[in-house]
């Protein structure tokens, strides 16, 4: 079955489709969906934060290269059962 064709489907007739397991997997989900908000926050982004850099005095080049190699370590670190 590919995309085209399920999206033309009542999603009732494409759950009803699935075998037993993944139908637990998708009450599950739908489970986890209801529980969220369905308002989004209304609230003014803070850019309190904007300056605070500039006595470090790093590029934005720079501050690329640095999250670049902190994500690495951070990768590194969970590989090696660190964190």
């Given amino acids: 079955m ?3 064709s399920s999206a033309a489907k009542p ?3 494409m759950i009803r489709e ?3 397991r ?3 997997e998708v009450q599950t989900f739908v489970e986890a969906l209801l529980t969220k908000p369905n308002q989004s926050i ?3 982004l803070r850019q309190d934060w904007a ?13 690329q290269h ?8 951070d990768r590194l670190n969970v590989r090696l059962g660190r964190y």
Avoid: C, F
């Fill in 42 to 44: 209304n609230r003014k």
């Fill in 51 to 63: 300056g605070t850099l500039k006595a470090e005095s790093y590029t934005s080049v720079e501050l």
């Fill in 2 to 4: 590919n995309a085209m």
């Fill in 22 to 24: 993944l139908r637990i």
């Fill in 18 to 20: 699935l075998s037993p």
């Fill in 66 to 73: 640095l999250a670049t190699e902190w994500r690495d370590i």
């Fill in 11 to 13: 999603l009732e007739e």
